[in-house]
Each structure stands twice: as C-alpha cells, then as structure tokens.
C-alpha cells in the first residue's frame, strides 16, 4: 500500500509558474507508473502527465511544453512543474500511482491540490 500526499497549489496568474509535489509513503523506485491528472470543475478528469520507472515521460497536448514531470526515488516523491499556466490549467490535480506485485495490480490515487490560474 502506498500513500500519496499532494502539496504545492495555490492561486496564481496567467503566465504564472507553480510546482506541484506528491510525497508517497513508500519507495517509489519499483512503482510502474506515476502520473499526474487533473479534474476542473463539471469536467471529466484528465490525464496531463506520466512518468515511468525507469524515466520515460508522457504528456497530454494540452501541457506539452509547459509542464515537466520528474521524479525523485530517494525522497520519494514526484513532481509536476507547471509554466505559462493558463486559466484552463484550473482544476483539482491529482496525483496516482499504479504498480503491480506477483500478479497484482495497485492504483492509489492523493487527495488532490487545488490549482486556480486568474486571468
């Protein structure tokens, strides 16, 4: 089991930069993948970026560009740092770990941080 605490958002204006971090409660070296995903409001939620065990980064086209995702094994954590945030970046960002052990498969998911960009 694996626990995932978000931290980092905040109001920020158009243009703005925010860096958005997800500590997990365990070693995150062997977790297949960590993403981060994102829900505005009346919207579905949406995948915005992935990275994977051994690095490989993937992201939606409506970030791409201006966020990077990155990944720190020794702190355990993950992070997603978000530039020229726009006021449709607005949403609850989530972030997710999915993992499987002898055949198990594992999806635990933060209780999300607010992300408000003003125009």
């Known amino acids: 089991q694996v626990q995932l605490v978000e931290s980092g958002g905040g109001l920020v204006q158009a243009g703005g930069s925010l860096r958005l971090s997800c500590a997990a409660s365990?070693?995150?070296?062997?977790?297949?993948?960590m993403a981060w995903y994102r829900q505005a409001p009346g919207k579905q939620r949406e995948l915005v970026a992935t990275?994977?065990?051994?690095?490989?980064?993937n992201y939606s086209d409506s970030v791409k560009g201006r966020f990077t995702i990155s990944r720190d094994n020794a702190k355990n954590a993950v992070y997603l740092h978000m530039n020229s945030l726009k006021p449709e970046d607005t949403a609850v960002y989530s972030c997710n770990a999915k993992y499987t052990i002898r055949g198990v498969f594992y999806n635990y998911w933060g209780q999300g941080t607010q992300v408000t960009v003003s125009s």
């Open positions: 365990r070693n995150i070296f062997s977790i297949n993948a």
């Open positions: 990275i994977t065990s051994g690095g490989s980064t």
